[in-house]
């Protein structure tokens, strides 16, 4: 065959056109997380997990809605923690490349600063991480823990244990505040008496507590005097801390507890912000024996956990996308929250027959939308958050938790403050 | 030739206010054939792109004209947009997620009725006045000591930069009742105009637009005035100005405390377009962002920084969504470059080109022989 660039063109023409009848029906998703910037080195790991959960929804076929079949197609945009610039993009991924779903967001502010644009354009988001709750928007999905799927399970844990001072610790942002307020009002309930409740307290002008717990700003590295209260807090033997310490401050946290002689077996401190992902970039050794509480560990001994780790290790040998890192990785309960919502959006789909948000939204407030991860079985409730198994873990010199407690099928429920004032002012 | 390239500099400033006023605004809203048609989409982003002018010439007229690298200004930026946002917040009403009648954050954190000082900002007006007194009061505090005490280059960028940051961990705290890390966002309303409708968003761009022509037209006639003068004298010799008999430290606090006013109203326009104001928009690296674009767009004349800003940010929208992985190896090479190749920016480039064409000519007439016209006598051995 002679070679001239005519032949090339008509082998190149027939390449892509057997190439657009293999994708002609795909549907664009978006991937909106940070890939630079401070939050990249958390919300890489969930690029990653939603890449290799739809390579394994395409290869299994993709997704079945009204008689055809159609294949993810990622449109992935880097929010590059910038709040304004995640709103740029949201509206971006919904007005322009017109995504049928998002998966996204790491903090609680950029999921706000994304919130009005989602609802404008009647989107469809799936938000993965641990959340303060206090938000139900007719636009987003909340695979993420609630406050009840996470801290108050690990005070239940506490109480068991026989923990009667619970010392409250966080960085100051709404997170920790508010989860902070939540864990104040539960312990009240619980009849732990206020003076048991460490951190301090900040009360409005008619003396009601808004405020409980001791706050440090974010990056804050100078624990040495908080440390010195909380040894003096813990010197009865029967308290704990309960820690919404976010990111690297956790290091001289922990350090300065272990040099302070704060063994976990006197004082444990539970830590709602450092998952296996955090473990490896922190010094395990010092964290050892402390406890750690989420709705997923990679420690889980189960056949659907141990199949969803090979095929997430095979996956990362294969792919060749650039920016995904292949050794040492961890798996954690974000990545497999957000894992869990592609699989969530995918049987609601299939169960409307349709992309249309309206029609997938209904199906998936039905209550019948349930999926069976690594972590568990997870059902989608009415109220946008999922009924999901909850795990209390004890860290590992080796960034692993080994589990010490299942709690099975827990309701994830938003707004827990009102509850609880309700059920406080009742006990009065 | 002044006088043609005054007048060739008049024609374009007015071909591009055109162009942004009411040329892209009829583009959106004009039933046109698609390829004609310029997205609200676009308009929003366009919107916001022309508050970073905006703050970007209040950098350059403080750097490329004065001589003073502020890294402050994304300070004042804030500020402004703070002001705006309390305004905003307060326009919600009972439509947030507790439908309470105080914003949201502060339900949150447990209060029940509004802080005092939050009160006046259901007020437009006040809002907007305090947009302008805010900013102004701290930048003729600070000014007044920095430039007293004769504080100048580097370190006057450092105490700038320190000024930016000591704000930014003050409005992260929760207890400033201003919203801690997550700020102020889900706006819905600006006097009375449903925020997220098209209509109020090109009239916002609108309204960026014009603000921005004024401020260039107005920053440009400053620079020709007498005024002017003097400031560029600092700039080039603050010595020999001093010497002259003019109290350097008034000229330059006056340029300071109208670059801070510039640069908050570029953030009261900025908040409603974008929908969010939080404390890292006060972070420094957002200073020197704004410098950056200077640089790149020209520093030293008032076109440069809107090329410059609109030229950076165009470029990050589009790569982050092209290249969401390699973009910031693109943008870093692309700041190398302009600093090494093109130090003028791309105001520059037309210069350098001409000058790059003169020297060309200049080897060509270099290695042709000289014409002496004197014929070579053969006769000679």
Known sequence: MKFSPCNLLGAAAAAMLTFATATAESVKVGILHSLSGTMAISETSLRDTLLFAFDEINAAGGIKAGGKTYTIEPVIVDGASNWPLFAEKAKQLLEQDKVAVTFGCWTSVSRKSVLPVFEKNNGLLFYPVQYEGEELSKNIFYTAEAVNQQATPAVDYLLKMGKKKFYLIGTDYVYPQTTNLILYKYLLLHGIPAENIGGGFRKDADGKVISAGKYTPFSHTDYQQIVAEIKQFAASGDACVLNTVNGDSNVPLFKEIAAAGLSAADCPVVSFSLAEDELRALPTKDLVGELGCWTYFMSINTPENKAYLGRWDAWLKTQSYPGVVKEKRAMDSPMVLSYNGVYLWKAAVEKAGTFDVDSVRTALESGTITFKGPGGKTTMQKNHHTIKNVYIGETKANGQFKILKEFKDVAGEPFILKSLDEKLAAKK | ?381
């Open chain 2, 1 to 381: 030739m002044r006088t043609d390239s005054k007048r060739l500099e008049t024609w374009l400033t007015l071909a591009g206010g055109f162009l942004l006023i009411v040329l892209l605004p009829a583009l959106n809203v004009l039933p046109l054939p698609e390829f004609l048609k310029v997205s609200d989409f676009t308009i929003n982003l366009y919107g916001k792109y022309l508050c970073y002018a905006i703050l970007a010439i209040s950098v350059d007229v403080l750097w490329g004209y004065t001589g003073l690298l502020s890294l402050g200004q994304a300070l004042f930026f804030t500020l402004g947009g703070y002001m705006m946002g309390m305004y905003l917040m307060r326009m919600i009403g009972t439509l947030g997620q507790y439908h309470q009648p105080i914003p949201d954050f502060l339900v949150f954190l447990g209060w029940s009725k509004l802080p005092p000082f939050w009160q006046p900002f259901d007020s437009f007006a006040f809002a907007m006045l305090m947009a302008l007194v805010l900013p102004g009061a701290l930048a003729t505090l600070f000014g007044f000591l920095a430039f007293r005490s004769r504080i100048r280059g580097v370190y006057f960028s450092i105490l700038t930069q320190a000024l930016t940051y000591g704000a930014c961990l003050l409005f992260f705290r929760n207890s400033l009742l201003m919203g801690g890390n997550n700020g102020f966002t889900d706006f819905k309303f600006i006097l009375g105009h449903d925020l997220r409708s098209a209509g109020t968003q090109r009239g916002l761009y609108i309204a960026t637009a014009i603000t921005l022509m004024l401020v260039l037209v107005g920053c440009r006639w400053l620079s020709r005035t007498k005024f002017g003068l003097v400031q560029q004298a600092i700039r080039d010799s603050e010595n020999r100005v001093l010497f002259s008999g003019y109290a350097a430290a008034h000229y330059k606090l006056f340029v300071f405390v109208l670059c801070a006013l510039v640069a908050s109203i570029g953030g009261v326009l900025y908040v409603p377009q974008v929908g969010i104001i939080n404390p890292s928009e006060m972070g420094t690296e957002k200073s020197l962002e704004a410098v950056v674009w200077v640089a790149v767009g020209g520093r030293g004349t008032l076109v440069g920084p809107i090329l410059g800003a609109f030229g950076v940010n165009a470029l990050k929208s589009w790569a982050t969504r092209a290249y969401p992985d390699l973009w910031l190896i693109f943008l870093g090479v692309m700041f190398v470059l302009v600093t090494v190749f093109m130090p003028r920016g791309l105001v520059g480039i037309p210069d350098q080109l001409r000058e790059l064409a003169a020297r060309f000519q200049k080897r060509k007439t270099d290695a042709e022989p000289p014409v002496t016209g004197i014929e070579p006598d053969k006769s000679l051995p």
